[in-house]
């Protein structure tokens, strides 16, 4: 399995990114995927999570009602979208994605990972 993910950038506070994460080598609609960001000196920490089907999804509270998260099963792809950003949203991004045996279970810790991307950088201009 293989994670590539782009999209990131350089964006005024207040502007709007989207992120996509391709995944190839498996049937990507039985794998739950989810967002990490690890800002500089910092941790790494779930940012947002969706399930095989698309129906179930999970967000951190500093990103609810700014950042989106959606999948395309025909396209292997899920997307981040985020609005509204703010220097604090200023990290290296990476997705990850897990195989999971029910469709709407969500997976929201970094070890219950399998597969990581390659990480994609965004920064927030204040």
């Known amino acids: 399995v293989q994670l590539q993910a782009c999209g990131g950038g350089l964006v005024q506070a207040g502007g709007s990114l989207r992120l996509s994460c391709r995944l190839s080598?498996?049937?990507?609609?039985?794998?739950?995927m989810a967002w990490f960001r690890q800002a500089p000196g910092k941790e790494r920490k779930s940012v947002v999570a969706i399930s095989w089907s698309g129906e179930k999804t999970h967000y951190g509270d500093s990103v609810k009602g700014r950042f989106t998260i959606s999948r395309d099963n025909a396209k292997n792809t899920v997307y981040l979208q985020m609005d509204n950003l703010k220097p604090e949203d200023t990290a290296v991004y990476y997705c990850?994605?897990?195989?999971?045996?029910?469709?709407?279970?969500?997976?929201?810790?970094?070890?219950?990972?399998?597969?990581w991307g390659q990480g994609t950088l965004v920064t927030v201009s204040s």
């Open positions: 990850a994605a897990r195989p999971a045996t029910s469709s709407n279970v969500i997976f929201t810790q970094d070890r219950e990972f399998d597969y």
């Open positions: 080598g498996r049937t990507f609609s039985t794998y739950g």
